[in-house]
């Protein structure tokens, strides 16, 4: 079975490729990419005025299988992923049971391979139940294919318990995924600590709460000299302690979210439970710092930290309600705008979405050499479109950008060479 993807704007970062050029896919590899390629016996695509790159790759994404399949599961998640032109994802460990056990992740490699639409990399809890108490069996869970581990969702209190997480980790190659939060500063705090806060009547989360979070998960990778990713970084704080770290050596990485460089804390007035998360959303100041992490490497990748809720768990009170929103289908052209807006180049923009998480994570994806597996994206890159929550194809609809232009989208998604998505 070959494919030939021709006349596209091929973007591969990793293999410093940005120019017309074609590619021959044979056996759902990469076999041959060039200006004078020919295929007479394979299927033609042609992505002419299109950009083609490598698979896009979302490192945070909650796939609610198994245990909470009402909200989404590994082939409506899947699905969603092929939608946004991503082919992989790495999938976070609050599931049901929790992903803390060698059964639970043998059950999602093989649940993905066999009905998948994209590639599925488990996140495996730090500890065991994410209690907080007890080490998870790290390596046992590292040979049964889990890429990382995390608690996310909670932060690990004990800083003893975490500086083991972070030596173990590191002798099995992965790195630890911190949840940055101190839950004493949270105390019953709903959305963001300011003025919108006070006005609406709602308790408040201070920026600190994040800061001194990120500021000891950073000490501990110094102190153990191990591997940290800290996830969904959100406020001015947070960007430059990693900015900091990395200037001095420390092997720190992080990532951002669409909604965190797009959205400020005034979203949430009406108290819109679509707009409330974790970590909130947060003041301008911090989504101008965001996105100068974006532009200036201190952030490594963008990930959507996608958390499907049913309705019912967002149409309550706000206090009450769910944190989290969908966020796969709307990473391309929020991350779109951010190139439109002059903050990122094109090619950073696909590097933060291909081969930097991929490296974070350490699979084979993420580029389109020979011999490359061809996950691959043709990308119509200011396609204008309305979002319509209704018509996602998450299984939750819970967005806060329902109704908005959008501009970008996924023509066409490749999965080791097989169309899993055509728009
Ligand atoms: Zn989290």
Redesign the pocket.
């Known amino acids: 079975m070959k494919v030939f993807v021709k006349n596209g704007h091929l973007i591969d970062p990793k293999n410093n490729i940005d120019s017309l050029c074609n590619i021959l896919v044979a056996d759902g590899k990469v076999t041959a990419v060039g200006a004078d390629l020919r295929a007479d016996d394979a299927e033609v695509i042609d992505a002419a005025g299109l950009l083609v790159c490598p698979g896009l790759i979302d490192i945070h994404v909650h796939l609610r299988d198994p245990g909470l399949e009402y909200k989404e599961d590994i082939i409506s998640g899947t699905r969603a992923a092929a939608a946004a032109g991503v082919t992989s994802v790495a999938c976070m460990p609050n599931t049901r049971p929790v992903i803390d056990s060698v059964p639970v992740v043998e059950y999602i490699i093989n649940k993905a391979r066999q009905y998948g639409s994209a590639n599925v990399y488990p996140v495996a809890a730090i500890s065991q139940a994410m209690k907080g108490d007890v080490l998870s069996e790290m390596g046992e869970l590292k040979a049964a294919g889990c890429v990382a581990f995390s608690d996310?969702?909670v932060p690990v209190v004990s800083g003893e318990l975490m500086r083991r997480a972070f030596e173990y980790a590191d002798t099995f190659g992965a790195p630890i995924i911190a949840?940055a939060e101190d839950l004493s500063l949270v105390g019953e705090g709903c959305m963001n600590e300011g003025e919108v806060a006070t006005e609406l009547g709602l308790k408040g989360i201070p920026w600190v709460a994040e800061d001194a979070a990120t500021a000891r998960e950073i000490m501990l990778a110094e102190f153990t000299n191990s591997r940290l990713h800290v996830?969904?970084v959100s406020t001015k704080g947070s960007v430059e302690l990693v900015r900091q770290a990395k200037a001095r050596g420390v092997r720190v990485t992080c990532e951002a979210t669409p909604h965190h460089f797009t959205l400020t804390d005034e979203s949430v007035r009406g108290y819109n439970t679509n707009a409330k998360m974790?970590p909130p959303l947060r003041t301008q100041a911090d989504v101008d710092a965001v996105r100068c992490g974006l532009a200036d490497g201190t952030i490594d990748a963008i990930a959507t930290?996608h958390a499907p809720h049913h309705v019912d768990e967002k149409n309550v009170e706000f206090a009450i309600a769910l944190n989290g929103i969908v966020g796969l289908e709307t990473m391309l052209p929020l991350t779109m705008n951010l190139v439109r807006d002059g903050i990122i180049s094109r090619h950073q923009a696909i590097a933060l979405m291909t081969c930097q998480p991929a490296a974070i994570i350490g699979i084979d994806r993420g580029s389109l050499e020979v011999g490359a597996v061809a996950d691959l994206t043709i990308i119509d890159p200011d396609l204008e479109w309305t979002l319509d929550a209704g018509q996602l194809t998450s299984k939750s609809k819970n967005t806060p950008f329902d109704g908005w232009t959008m501009r970008g989208a996924a023509i066409r998604t490749l999965l080791a060479g097989r169309t899993v998505y055509q728009r």
């Open positions: 996310d969702g949840h996830a969904h974790n930290d």
